[in-house]
C-alpha cells in the first residue's frame, strides 16, 4: 500500500547539520501532511516540523529557526534540513504521513484519519 522510508540519520557534533529524507511509496492519490516526531531516550515521541500538501510549515519552538522542512511533491519526499545541531536533538525520528489516500485495485482507499509511519532514524549529536 503505502511505504515511508527514511535516511539521512547519524552522528554529528555539536553546531554541524543532516539532512533527513522521507520518501513516499505506493499508488499515493494525496497526503494531507507530513511531518518528522522525535524521541529521545527516556521521553516521549514530540512532533519537531510538519509541513502540508499546500506548503504551509510547523515547528516546535526549541528547533525553530535552525530546521527547516521541505516538500518535493514530484518525487513524494519531505526534507528536513537540521543546522546548529545541539546534544539536545540526540533522539530517533520518525516521518509520519498524515490523511494518506491510495489506490488499490482501482478504487481510492485512505481519508484523513490514516497515518502512516516510517521505521525510524537515529540522531546523534555528541562531541
Known amino acids: 500500500q503505502v511505504q515511508l522510508v527514511e535516511s539521512g540519520g547519524g552522528l554529528v557534533q555539536p553546531g554541524g547539520s543532516l539532512r533527513l529524507s522521507c520518501a513516499a511509496s505506493?499508488?499515493?492519490?494525496?497526503?494531507?501532511?507530513i511531518g518528522w516526531y522525535r524521541q529521545a531516550p527516556g521521553k516521549q515521541l514530540d512532533l519537531a516540523a510538519a509541513?502540508?500538501?499546500?506548503?504551509?510549515?510547523n515547528y516546535t519552538d526549541s528547533v525553530e529557526g535552525r530546521f527547516t522542512i521541505a516538500r518535493d511533491n514530484a518525487k513524494n519526499t519531505v526534507y528536513l534540513q537540521m543546522d546548529s545541531l545541539k546534544p539536545k536533538d540526540t533522539a530517533v525520528y520518525y516521518c509520519?504521513?498524515?490523511?494518506?489516500?491510495?489506490?488499490?485495485?482501482?478504487?481510492?482507499?485512505?481519508?484523513?484519519?490514516?497515518?502512516?509511519w516510517g521505521q525510524g532514524t537515529q540522531v546523534t549529536v555528541s562531541s
Open positions: 505506493g499508488s499515493l492519490f494525496s497526503i494531507n501532511a
Open positions: 509541513i502540508t500538501s499546500g506548503g504551509r510549515t
Open positions: 509520519n504521513a498524515a490523511g494518506v489516500r491510495y489506490y488499490s485495485g482501482g478504487y481510492l482507499f485512505g481519508g484523513p484519519s490514516d497515518d502512516y
